[in-house]
């Protein structure tokens, strides 16, 4: 049973940092992408990034690119978004989520999510 638990949310103002992580349990996470999503009140989930967890290859929304950093530690089994300059339009709840096969960017292909956790950008 694949469990994702994410973590680091909160309330952060315009410009400022937060790093969320996402710890993984249930099996090994090799041969699996792991992906970051968020949703507003109103919008359709929309994807953040995503990282291949054997090759640490990246891939990043246009709207992120350059604030916003993928990353995972094996050892700990977790992933994490670094997310620095930050906007009030990231104002979102943040969801993790996994599934095994190619680097994909929609999230119907991801089969297993996360709760996630809430980020809020004051202006």
């Known amino acids: 049973q694949v469990q994702l638990v994410e973590s680091g949310g909160g309330l952060v103002q315009a410009g400022g940092s937060l790093r969320l992580s996402c710890a993984a349990s249930g099996r090994t996470f090799s041969g699996y992408v792991m992906g970051w999503f968020r949703q507003a009140p109103g919008n359709e989930r929309e994807f953040v990034a995503t990282?291949?967890?054997?090759?640490?290859?990246?891939y990043y929304a246009d709207s992120v690119k350059g604030r916003f950093t993928i990353s995972r530690d094996n050892a700990k089994n977790t992933v994490y978004l670094q997310m620095n300059s930050l906007k009030a339009e990231d104002t979102a709840v943040y969801y993790c989520a996994a599934e095994r096969g190619f680097m994909v960017m929609v999230a119907s292909a991801y089969d297993y999510w996360g709760q996630g956790t809430q980020v809020t950008v004051s202006s």
């Open positions: 990282i291949d967890w054997s090759s640490g290859y990246t």
